[in-house]
């Protein structure tokens, strides 16, 4: 399976210099395949390929001598990037949902390039990229597996390096244990056993200050060094805070899979959930998906078993009898009249396992 491996760069100021041309000629690059691609469809009806983009590149260096100075794989995979955007939006087409045309990128909206196959290669705490140099990495692990790709990535005034390697799944003593999920927002997750999970609400954490930040932006004159800044040092702020959403799903996530031999999940509509414009905000900031995309590939990884159940009237049935108990959502216990009394999450939470068990036996 892959696993990706990401470190931070420390380029010099020449190097820095060398990656920021490298993306930029990359970008110019993309738009020119797109804006050719467009062309030919609609002055010949004729859908252009991977293939027929790549063949051109030596063609163009003598045009272009600036592309001269890319490696070339990493030119190859800008047509390849492109070509991987069009076949997901005739998947998007043929599916019937929202196609979403490749748009062209502006310079803000395209931050990094990769080394397919070669250019790169690790020696002590230098990272050698073909025409860039060796550039300083923290180390802070060894990559494992085999390295199939190199992705550089410059974001807010950072740089970093993703190695995307082959590796086998790691190796967990067997468990028996089963659990069940249930994702709120006072907590971010109750289990079946009690347990719970606090969110971390990093967005409520720091709202005010980046309504300040916001705000900061706001009055500066377009196009100025100064709003330039001001847009900087608000990124900073919104990295730091999608890290340390990221950095509590990973923690929670490996300790359900460490755990339990099977995990099962509401299979939630968060996209359909978001348009409720008071709880929006709160759900964003959980950050349920990722607690569950990340849970699955570990699960993957380690021989686990997670599985989504429809989360239709979990809260509302009673998971020692079966019977349906209306409730809302002010009610927090739930109140059976076979006598079962229970915190609502918990009760959701052990028929979404009882579904899961259910499902995964059927199959």
């Known amino acids: 399976m892959l696993i990706a491996f990401k470190y931070r760069l420390y380029p010099t100021k020449q190097q820095k210099v060398a990656i920021h041309f490298t993306l930029e000629r990359c970008r110019l690059l993309y738009n020119r395949l797109l804006a050719e691609r467009v062309i030919a469809y609609k002055a010949e009806g004729k859908s252009l390929n991977y293939y027929d983009q790549a063949s051109t590149f030596n063609e163009r260096k003598q045009y272009v001598p600036a592309l001269k100075q890319v490696y070339s794989q990493v030119l190859q995979d800008v047509a390849k990037r492109l070509d991987k955007a069009f076949q997901a939006f005739f998947r998007r087409v043929k599916s019937g949902e929202a196609p979403g045309f490749p748009r062209f990128k502006p310079e803000q909206r395209y931050d990094s390039f990769t080394y397919p196959q070669g250019g790169h290669t690790i020696n002590g705490n230098k990272l050698r990229l073909s025409k860039i140099g060796d550039v300083k990495i923290k180390l802070h692990r060894l990559p494992q597996g085999k390295v199939k790709t190199c992705t550089i990535t410059a974001k807010n005034g950072k740089y970093y390096a993703c190695f995307s390697c082959v590796v086998n799944g790691e190796t967990l003593p067997a468990s028996t244990d089963q659990v069940g999920i249930d994702l709120g927002l006072k907590h971010l997750a109750i289990t079946s056993a009690g347990e719970t999970f606090e969110a971390p609400k990093r967005l409520r954490y720091k709202e005010r200050k980046l309504k300040q930040l916001q705000r900061c932006v706001s009055r500066k004159q377009r196009g100025s060094n100064r709003r330039k800044k001001s847009i900087r040092i608000l990124a900073k702020l919104h990295e730091k805070v999608a890290n340390g959403r990221k950095n509590h799903a990973h923690k929670v996530s490996r300790q359900l899979v460490n755990r339990y031999g099977l995990i099962a999940f509401e299979n939630l509509n968060v996209q359909g959930m978001l348009k409720n414009h008071h709880l929006a905000k709160s759900i964003a900031d959980a950050g349920w998906n990722q607690l569950v995309q990340y849970t699955l590939y570990k699960a993957e990884s380690a021989g686990r078993v997670v599985v989504r159940v429809d989360p239709r009237n ?18 927090r216990v739930h109140r059976c009249s076979c006598g079962y009394v229970e915190d609502r999450d918990v009760n959701a939470a052990r028929n979404i396992l009882q579904r899961a068990l259910e499902e995964w036996e059927a199959s």
């Open 314 to 331: 979990t809260s509302q049935m009673c998971s020692n009898c079966g019977e349906f108990v209306k409730k809302t959502l002010s009610v």
